[in-house]
């Protein structure tokens, strides 16, 4: 069973900096595309980065600069390093795995990113 549990939010500042992690277990996680999702209040929910299991990225236009997905897949775990936070970058922060062989998508439970003075 794919487990997808994400940690690293919290309350920080304009212009400050945040590191979410996405740990992953249950899954062939090397060869599968992870990605960051979020939603803020009132909203749907966004892709913000991408990266495939061979590196490749791509970023939302909004954080596109700021914000780096990576991955470590000797520790099944993949990252969002978030530069020059903004206040229109609070929401949930969820990550995402779609599973290569299947296609099936799974989901974390979120974690909260709040941008405010």
């Known amino acids: 069973q794919v487990q997808l549990v994400e940690s690293g939010g919290g309350l920080v500042q304009p212009g400050g900096s945040l590191r979410l992690s996405c740990a992953a277990s249950g899954s062939i996680f090397s060869i599968n595309a992870m990605a960051w999702y979020r939603q803020a209040p009132g909203k749907q929910r966004e892709r913000v980065a991408t990266?495939?299991?061979?590196?490749?990225?791509n970023y939302a236009g909004s954080v596109k600069g700021r914000f780096t997905i990576s991955r470590d897949n000797a520790k099944n775990t993949v990252y969002l390093q978030m530069n020059s936070l903004k206040p229109e970058d609070t929401g949930v922060y969820y990550c995402?795995?779609?599973?290569?062989?299947?296609?099936?998508?799974?989901w974390g439970q979120g974690t909260q990113v709040t941008v405010s003075s």
């Open positions: 990266i495939t299991g061979g590196g490749s990225t």
């Open positions: 995402n795995e779609v599973e290569l062989s299947t296609n099936n998508v799974y």
